[in-house]
């Protein structure tokens, strides 16, 4: 029987440390601990599913809290099965002792543990779209302030016109003239033409 551990953060900049400190006090071997740095909106998630093709019957996986598996109510459901029943694994939950499947495996056991799953993984996706939500509120007044989301334009210097002159008359160099309107030749050329000085 193999003993694995499965971390998840939601970005690249997220730390694990937390998680992976829970795994070590486990003793579970780093080499058998699989993490992800994505989303947890579905399970296309590459160490998830190398972790899947890792699992055997009779092996253990601890993650550190439910929503560490995912956000989906339903897609958290239907995992947790193939992994107990498909799978054969035993699922330990750090966080929440009563979602252990080693204990219990009577009937009231298993209800108990199905219950706990199923409010847990309710939560963990109505945070999610809590989360969207506010996102969602927060762009619509950030907007309605006035804030512009997207790249910043290249505002092009109030001298620009002057500058193109002097660079059509070989007065200034590229490399000196990009410089000075902070552009880069491609934005420096749609000014350009934007300010009708192509023929300068």
Same mark, same amino acid.
């Given at each position: ?9 939601s &970005?690249?900049?997220?730390? +694990? /440390?937390?998680?992976?400190?829970? !795994?070590? +006090? ?8 699989f ?11 590459p160490?998830?599913?190398?972790? =899947? ?5 009779? /092996?253990l ?8 598996l995912?956000?989906?109510? +339903?897609? =958290? ?16 939950? =750090?966080? !929440? ?10 009937? !009231? ?23 969207? @939500?506010? @996102? ?7 907007k309605?302030?006035? =804030?512009?989301?997207?790249r ?8 620009f016109?002057?500058?193109v002159?002097?660079? &059509? ?8 003239i990009?410089?000075?309107?902070? !552009? &880069? ?8 033409? +934007? ?6």
């Amino acid at each position: 029987m193999g003993t694995y551990g499965y971390v998840r953060v939601s &970005s690249k900049e997220q730390n +694990e /440390d937390r998680q992976t400190h829970s !795994m070590s +006090e486990l003793h579970i071997p780093p080499a058998n601990v699989f993490i992800d740095k994505q989303s947890g909106k579905d399970f296309e998630r590459p160490a998830y599913k190398n972790l =899947i093709n890792t699992l055997k019957n009779g /092996d253990l996986l601890y993650i550190k809290s439910i929503d560490r598996l995912g956000r989906n109510y +339903e897609d =958290i459901q239907n995992q947790w099965r193939i992994l107990i029943k498909e799978k054969g694994v035993d699922i330990a939950v =750090i966080d !929440m002792p009563l979602l252990d499947t080693r204990l219990n495996k009577n009937l !009231m056991g298993t209800f108990i543990a199905d219950l706990v799953l199923q409010i847990l993984s309710f939560v963990a996706q109505n945070e999610r779209d809590n989360i969207h @939500q506010r @996102q969602t509120e927060g762009i619509a007044a950030a907007k309605a302030r006035g =804030i512009r989301f997207g790249r910043l334009i290249k505002v092009a210097p109030d001298n620009f016109g002057e500058l193109v002159k002097q660079w &059509s008359k070989k007065q200034l160099g590229k490399a000196e003239i990009l410089k000075m309107c902070n !552009m &880069s030749q491609t934005t420096f050329y749609r000014r350009r033409a +934007e300010h009708g000085l192509i023929h300068e």
